[in-house]
């Protein structure tokens, strides 16, 4: 069964064929805004593996510095995945269904969290970025 995912109100659905990988959730304020949550939580597709399966039109972009940036549903709102140079890298976890077999493995940027958050215990944590990115 291929990975799949929706945002809020279903209009925009998405199909991947291959595994998740690499998932990570990073508690830095911009992410928090861009993912209206305590942190974002995002995991990375091959670039052909991944496939719009309905409503792609109505899909929304915010482009930031260096060609990084988010899709969202113009009508719900829901943030479906990041993009770089308009080509989807990462999946927002909040909007796949089901179980996609992947856990957060790293937990980012935690010495700027919001003051309101408190963390699991038990967790891989970094204050920043992790001492290797790949
Ligand atoms: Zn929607
Ligand atoms: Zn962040």
Redesign the pocket.
């Known amino acids: 069964m291929p990975i799949t995912g929706e945002c809020f109100c279903g209009s925009v659905k998405y199909q991947v064929d291959g595994k998740l990988r690499d998932a990570k959730s ?1 508690h ?1 304020s ?2 928090r805004k861009a993912f209206n949550a305590q942190a ?1 939580a995002a995991a990375f597709v091959e670039p052909g593996e991944f496939k719009w399966l309905l409503g792609e039109e109505l899909l929304s972009s915010y482009i930031g510095e260096h060609g990084y940036g988010l899709q969202f549903c113009k009508i719900c709102g829901s943030t479906l995945c990041t993009v770089y140079k308009s080509e989807v890298l990462q999946v927002s976890l909040g909007c796949v269904n089901g179980d996609p077999d992947i856990e957060i493995g790293q937990h980012i ?1 935690v010495g700027s969290k919001a003051s309101w958050e408190v963390l699991p215990e038990g967790i891989t944590q970094f204050e920043a970025w992790p001492p290797e990115k790949t």
């Open positions: 990073c830095c911009r992410c974002s940027f």
